[in-house]
C-alpha cells in the first residue's frame, strides 16, 4: 500500500492547511455568475429608479438630466396617503385585496380538481379540454369588454367588487389549471393508490395527500394569479367607478390635465407594488420549487 505526502496533496488542489499561514485559493468565480447578476441588475433598476424618483419634490423630478444630489423628501408619500388634501387610497388598496385575494381562492378550488381530472385521474380526450383552456385566451380582452359591460348592467353589477372577483376568476382559471396539471402529475401515484385502498376519499386525498405534495406548485400558482388580479387594469377602469376602484385605477387619477405628477405617481407605484413584493417574497422558495418542478428527473 502507498502513501501520499499531505503537502503534496495540498499543493495539488491549491489549498494550504489553517496553520501553515499561506492563503487559501478559492475556485475563479464562473462568468456566468457574473452575466447573472448583471442582468439581474437590469431588471431591477427601473424599479429602483422608481423608489429614487419617489423621495425627490415634483421641480427635482422632473428635471432633465436628472439631479442625483438633489434632496429628498417624503411629500410623494405624504400627499399619496391623503394629507395632501387628494383622495384616500385606502378603499381602492382594500377593493384590490379583497378582488386579488377572493378571485385566487376561487381559482384554487376550481383548478386543483379539474387538474386532478386530468393528470391523476385522465378523463377522455384530456388533450381536447387543455386546448379548450387554452383557447379561451386566445380572445383579447377587449373583444369582451362590451358584453361584460351590458350584462353587467343589466345585472345592476356595475361598480361593484364581487364582478371583478368573478372576471378575474375566469381569466386565471385556464393558466392554474394548466400548471396545476403539470405539478399534479408528478405526484407519485403509488400513494394514491394507498389511500384508495384505505378507504380515503376524494376530498381527503386532495387535502391531506395531494396538497401538502404539490403544496409548492399551487403556492406557484396562486402567486401569479394573485400578481395578475392585482395587476389588472382594463376590467378595473371600464367597469368600476368610485365605490369598486382599485388600485390600478386609483394611480391613474395622478395623471390630469395639469400634467404628469412624476413624484406622486412614483410614490403611489411604490405604495402600491409593496404587497405584490411582499407576497413575491414571502413564497419565493415555495416559487422556485414550484416553477422548477418536474423540469429535472
Not at 427601473?46 to 419617489?54: A, E, G, K, Q, R
Request: glycine share 6%; hydrophobic share 55%.
Amino acid at each position: 500500500m502507498t502513501t501520499t505526502n499531505p503537502a503534496v496533496l495540498q499543493a495539488e488542489s491549491g489549498t494550504s492547511s489553517p496553520g501553515s499561514g499561506r492563503p487559501v485559493r478559492t475556485k475563479p468565480r464562473s462568468p456566468f455568475g457574473i452575466i447573472a447578476w448583471i442582468v439581474g441588475l437590469l431588471f431591477v433598476s427601473p424599479v429602483l429608479w422608481m423608489v429614487f424618483i419617489s423621495l425627490h419634490s415634483e421641480s427635482d423630478a422632473a428635471s432633465n438630466p436628472p439631479k442625483f444630489t438633489a434632496p429628498l423628501t417624503l411629500q410623494g408619500y405624504r400627499e399619496f396617503f391623503g394629507s395632501g388634501g387628494g383622495q384616500s387610497p385606502w378603499p381602492s388598496l382594500f377593493n384590490s385585496v379583497t378582488a386579488s385575494l377572493v378571485s385566487t381562492l376561487l381559482v384554487l378550488l376550481l383548478a386543483i380538481p379539474a387538474a386532478y381530472a386530468l393528470s391523476i385521474r385522465p378523463v377522455r380526450k384530456w388533450t381536447d379540454v387543455m386546448f379548450f383552456f387554452l383557447s379561451t385566451k386566445m380572445l383579447p380582452a377587449v373583444a369582451g369588454l362590451l358584453p361584460i359591460y351590458l350584462i353587467a348592467q343589466k345585472w345592476h353589477m356595475l361598480d361593484n367588487v364581487w364582478l371583478l372577483v368573478l372576471i378575474y376568476a375566469t381569466m386565471n382559471l385556464p393558466i392554474a389549471v394548466w400548471m396545476m396539471r403539470s405539478f399534479l402529475a408528478e405526484v407519485p401515484v403509488e400513494m394514491l393508490e394507498a389511500a384508495s385502498i384505505d378507504g380515503a376519499r376524494l376530498p381527503t386525498i386532495l387535502t391531506r395527500i395531494i396538497a401538502p405534495v404539490a403544496m409548492p406548485g399551487i403556492a406557484a400558482t396562486a402567486l401569479i394569479c394573485f400578481i395578475f388580479s392585482w395587476n389588472e387594469l382594463l376590467f378595473a377602469k371600464v367597469l368600476t367607478a368610485v365605490v369598486a376602484q382599485t388600485s390600478p385605477v386609483f394611480l391613474t387619477g395622478f395623471i390630469t390635465s395639469q400634467g404628469l405628477f412624476l413624484a406622486k405617481v412614483c410614490a403611489a407605484a411604490t405604495i402600491i407594488s409593496l404587497p405584490v413584493l411582499a407576497a413575491g417574497f414571502a413564497a419565493q422558495d415555495k416559487l422556485v420549487q414550484g416553477l422548477s418542478l418536474g423540469a429535472v428527473k
